[in-house]
């Protein structure tokens, strides 16, 4: 954990999580096709990823349960410590695909 980023750097699962959230409200479902959208079916998160991740987000302030717009399902969002996560683990990877972009253009 470091000042700009009190949770991170984050794992590869929470960071998608987080981009499938912002601005918006989701299931459990929907969250798992939205990391597959994303990734262009790179990255298939399964059940015991999402939730696990979800309960540990939960934990650490990233996520919230909101009220639920349908009985049935558990609706997740942002908090303001998950959007302050999301924008300082996006400029940390810009950064160092920076450094790896000039130095692969070095050799």
Do not use: C, W
């Not at 399964?46 to 009220?67: E, Q, W």
């Not at 303001?80 to 253009?105: F, Y």
């Amino acid at each position: 954990m470091s000042k700009s980023n009190p949770a991170g750097p984050l794992t590869p699962a929470v960071f998608h999580i987080l981009l499938a959230l912002y601005g918006v409200e989701r299931h459990g479902y929907d969250i798992m096709q939205k990391v597959k959208e994303d990734s262009q079916g790179a990255v298939k998160m399964g059940p015991g990823t999402l939730y696990g991740s979800l309960d540990r987000m939960i934990a650490a302030g990233l996520v919230a349960r909101t009220n639920t717009k349908d009985p049935r399902r558990i609706y997740y969002k942002l908090t303001a410590l998950g959007h302050t996560a999301l924008r300082a683990e996006s400029d940390r990877l810009l950064a160092v695909t920076a450094i790896a972009r000039r130095q692969l253009k070095a050799t």
